[in-house]
């Protein structure tokens, strides 16, 4: 027996130690930086940064407006708008002149005109080269959506503005809003038709001029088109009813610089 009994110790030490060294291996990987990171943390990065775009694109929104329909000689012309960031990102006709040569101007007109409209964000824009009516009926409309817009934008703006203000804080009323007004005049009757001049006036400027009566029909309309856009810069130029005649348009002149002055009046200036 005491022969035996050390030889069953060796047995019993050495057991021990294997089974020591299968533990200490198990453990080991639980502990591996390597193991943690593949059991979700990378993930748990990428479903984060899938949030940030989405919330993004929530923020930017996109409105549309449809502008009041302008009567021209030919028909209406109306504008649709679809603004997103201050920005217009598509603008299309509902409503153009259509019937004999009016449809191939529309065709030829409009597709130019919404693209500048894109181009621009304003209806300060071009006429097309014979269209002039398609044109200018299809700019009054733009405006008018545009106004929607400014509008709409300005109603926002003013609320927010009173929940972030406190009465008495020193700011005075009427500050943060929008200075922007669209007035038109008094018809200006003429021996040859009424002129009828709209202006849109911002910071006591006048930014955009238009005639929205004019002369028309035999050699009034090829004075109206010769003179109406020289009015319509200088008006913006000047600022003011003090803008000379178009020489050959003598009574068109005079109508728009009436009607103007009509406007400034109303605007206070």
């Given at each position: ?12 030490a ?17 502990s ?7 059991a ?6 990428t479903?984060a940064?899938?949030e940030?775009?989405?919330g ?108 972030g ?39 006591g400027?006048?930014?955009k ?18 003179a ?42």
């Amino acid at each position: 027996m005491r022969k035996s009994h050390p030889v069953r110790r060796v047995v019993l030490a050495t057991a021990a130690t294997v089974s020591a060294v299968v533990l200490l291996l198990s453990l080991k990987p639980s502990s591996d930086p390597g193991g943690a990171e593949a059991a979700g943390a990378v993930p748990q990065q990428t479903s984060a940064a899938q949030e940030s775009p989405q919330g993004g694109a929530a923020a930017a929104g996109q409105t549309t407006v449809t502008g009041d329909a302008a009567q021209t000689q030919y028909g209406a012309v109306q504008v649709r708008l679809t603004v997103s960031g201050g920005k217009i990102t598509k603008a299309e006709a509902v409503q153009a002149p259509s019937g004999g040569t009016s449809t191939q101007k529309t065709e030829l007109a409009v597709p130019r005109l919404n693209q500048a409209a894109v181009a621009r964000s304003s209806a300060d824009i071009d006429s097309v080269s014979g269209a002039t009516y398609t044109s200018t009926g299809y700019k009054q409309s733009l405006q008018s959506a545009l106004d929607k817009v400014k509008a709409a934008q300005g109603a926002g703006a003013s609320q927010e503005a009173g929940a972030g203000t406190s009465p008495g804080a020193g700011a005075s009323p009427g500050a943060g809003a929008a200075q922007v007004r669209t007035l038109t005049g008094a018809a200006a009757q003429t021996q040859y038709g009424p002129v009828q001049v709209r202006i849109t006036v911002s910071g006591g400027k006048i930014t955009k001029a238009e005639a929205v009566q004019a002369p028309s029909g035999g050699t009034s309309t090829q004075k109206t088109e010769l003179a109406v856009p020289k009015l319509n810069q200088a008006a913006v130029a000047r600022s003011s009813a003090d803008i000379d005649s178009v020489s050959g348009a003598t009574y068109t002149s005079t109508g728009y610089k009436q009607s103007l002055q009509s406007a400034l009046d109303q605007a206070g200036g």
